[in-house]
Nanobody, 124 residues
Framework: QVQLVESGGGLVQAGDSLRLSCAASGRTFSSVAMGWFRQAPGLEREFVAT????????SYADSVKGRFTISRDNAANTVHLQMNSLKPEDTAVYYC?????????????????WGQGTQVTVSS
C-alpha cells in the first residue's frame, strides 16, 4: 500500500513558476516509477510527466516539455514537479501517482495509487 500527498499548488500569473511535491508512504516507493497527471474542468485526466524508479529516465507530455521537470528523492520518499513559464492552459488539478512498474509509462491505467490532487491556477 502506498499513500500519496501532494502539496505546492496555488494561484500564480502566467510566466511564473511553481514546484509541486508529493510525499509518499510505504516501503515500495523506491521500486516503482512515479508520475504526474492533471485534469482541467470538463476535460479528461492527462499525462504530464513520469520518472523511473532510479530517476535515470524521464518522459514528458509535449505540452510541458522544456518547461516542467520531474525529479525524485528516494531517501526522502518524495517526487517533485518543477513548473516554469506557466501558462493559463496549465490550470488544472495535479495528481501524483505511483506505478506498478519500475520504468516510465504514460498511461494512467498503469498507476495503482493516486494522491488527492492539488489545484494549480494560472491567470493571464
Amino acid at each position: 500500500q502506498v499513500q500519496l500527498v501532494e502539496s505546492g499548488g496555488g494561484l500564480v500569473q502566467a510566466g511564473d513558476s511553481l514546484r509541486l511535491s508529493c510525499a509518499a508512504s510505504g516501503r515500495t516507493f523506491s521500486s516503482v516509477a512515479m508520475g504526474w497527471f492533471r485534469q482541467a474542468p470538463g476535460l479528461e485526466r492527462e499525462f504530464v510527466a513520469t520518472i523511473s524508479r532510479s530517476g535515470a529516465a524521464t518522459s514528458y507530455a509535449d505540452s510541458v516539455k522544456g518547461r516542467f521537470t520531474i525529479s525524485r528523492d528516494n531517501a526522502a520518499n518524495t517526487v517533485h514537479l518543477q513548473m516554469n513559464s506557466l501558462k493559463p492552459e496549465d490550470t488544472a488539478v495535479y495528481y501524483c501517482a505511483a506505478s506498478r512498474y519500475s520504468y516510465t509509462n504514460t498511461r494512467d491505467g498503469t498507476y495503482d495509487y493516486w494522491g488527492q490532487g492539488t489545484q494549480v491556477t494560472v491567470s493571464s
